[in-house]
């Protein structure tokens, strides 16, 4: 898991939030900013955490 670190500075870093299975990641981590996750819609799910792959992002993460 990786680590980030919001303040300049700061004598540690926070583990990188991860988006479970039924949700998605709506923003990649930087080395300053954590991960954003949303929930899958209604009635479609998602089988992998923090998928980055861009087809699997538009083909697979959210599937019925």
């Known amino acids: 898991q990786g680590r980030y670190q919001?303040?300049?500075g700061?004598?540690?870093c926070l583990l990188l939030t991860?988006?479970?299975a039924g949700s998605y990641?709506?923003?990649s981590p930087t080395?300053?900013?954590d991960r954003k996750c949303a929930d899958c819609p209604p009635g479609k799910h998602s089988r992998h955490a923090n998928a980055t792959d861009p087809d699997e992002m538009n083909r697979l993460l959210c599937r019925q």
Request: charged share 25%; glycine share 0%.
């Open 6 to 8: 919001p303040e300049t």
């Open 10 to 12: 700061a004598r540690a």
């Open 31 to 33: 080395a300053t900013h």
């Open 18 to 20: 991860k988006c479970a």
């Open 25 to 27: 990641e709506t923003l």
